[in-house]
């Protein structure tokens, strides 16, 4: 269903305005007044009988607001979220996570109630014969319970599913929002520590000389992680790949392998920080860029 602008015409036939939110009243009736409440309190300020609208600028000029789009689209996607089994709280959920987009579109839901005919157009609401009509609210229960069935539908009707699958097998940090959570730091604490049965292997982009490894970098840059897809061909290579190493590149890169982190690395190895033991690596990820001749996506 597409949010087409209403246009209102009057009996001469002259086009009065067109209406970019208009035709979303029906969806904002549908809302029950439960989730109304927990809005501002200006929503109330709409009258429930859409012919009282059309002559009322100060609801249209409400209704036409980038507000009014938002109480929608905060409300549909939040109850859709609920429905797809993500594994994790919207409130920690990225803009950019590719199901909390699915979700702030406010059409694929609304094409579902109208696949169904449980919402009418606003249209047929301002051509009705009854003037009078007054909309009341629908009930918290059948809300979600008819929001429960609408999400499964769409979701199924365009194949959607898929992305709620591949995110969350393929979690990612820009799949959270940088707002501190326990749940995003469970997430970093198991991307960056979790020991897996197939070895993982952490190369930095490499900077600076040999010759002043003791030097501090004031800004870390994240681990950049390859997963090794063939564990005995890639071990291979590993291995090759360590033997034209030194004795201490070795060790450094042995522990990043066996999942130490910088500070573990610098005990072990005696630094003074581990600013040093990330130098060292960022040096062995560009040695093991050339050397496997592949792109890793290193500067």
Request: charged share 25%; proline share 3%; aromatic share 14%.
């Amino acid at each position: 269903m597409k949010n087409d602008k209403l246009t209102i015409i009057a009996s001469s036939g002259i086009k009065v305005r067109e209406y970019r939110n208009l035709a979303l009243i029906p969806a904002f009736y549908f809302l029950p007044k439960y989730d109304l409440e927990l809005c501002e309190p200006w929503v109330f300020q709409i009258p429930r009988n859409p012919h009282h609208i059309i002559d009322n600028p100060k609801a249209l000029e409400l209704i036409e607001s980038d507000r009014f789009i938002g109480i929608l689209q905060y409300l549909y996607r939040h109850l859709a979220w609920q429905f797809l089994n993500v594994g994790m709280n919207i409130y920690t959920a990225s803009e950019n996570n590719p199901v909390y987009v699915l979700c702030s579109n406010l059409n694929l839901w609304l094409e579902g109630l109208y696949d169904y005919k449980i919402l009418p157009t606003m249209q047929e609401l301002l051509c009705s014969e009854e003037a009078d009509m007054e909309f009341g609210y629908v009930s918290l229960e059948e809300f979600t319970k008819t929001m429960e069935f609408i999400t499964q539908y769409v979701m199924m009707k365009h194949g959607y599913f898929g992305i709620v699958d591949v995110m969350k097998k393929y979690r990612c940090l820009e799949d959270y929002n940088d707002k501190d959570s326990v749940s995003k730091a469970n997430f970093i604490d198991q991307w960056y520590h979790n020991r897996t049965k197939h070895p993982t292997v952490y190369i930095n982009d490499i900077q600076g000389t040999y010759d002043d490894e003791a030097e501090e970098y004031s800004n870390e840059l994240a681990d950049p992680v390859v997963k090794v897809q063939d564990e005995a061909e890639n071990s291979i290579l590993i291995e090759r790949f360590m033997d034209k190493l030194n004795d201490k590149d070795k060790q450094i890169l042995q522990l990043r392998l066996n999942n130490y982190t910088y500070e573990e690395i610098a005990e072990k190895l005696g630094y003074k920080t581990h600013s040093a033991v990330i130098k060292r690596i960022k040096r062995i990820g560009e040695l093991f860029q050339r050397y496997a001749k592949t792109d890793l996506g290193f500067d």
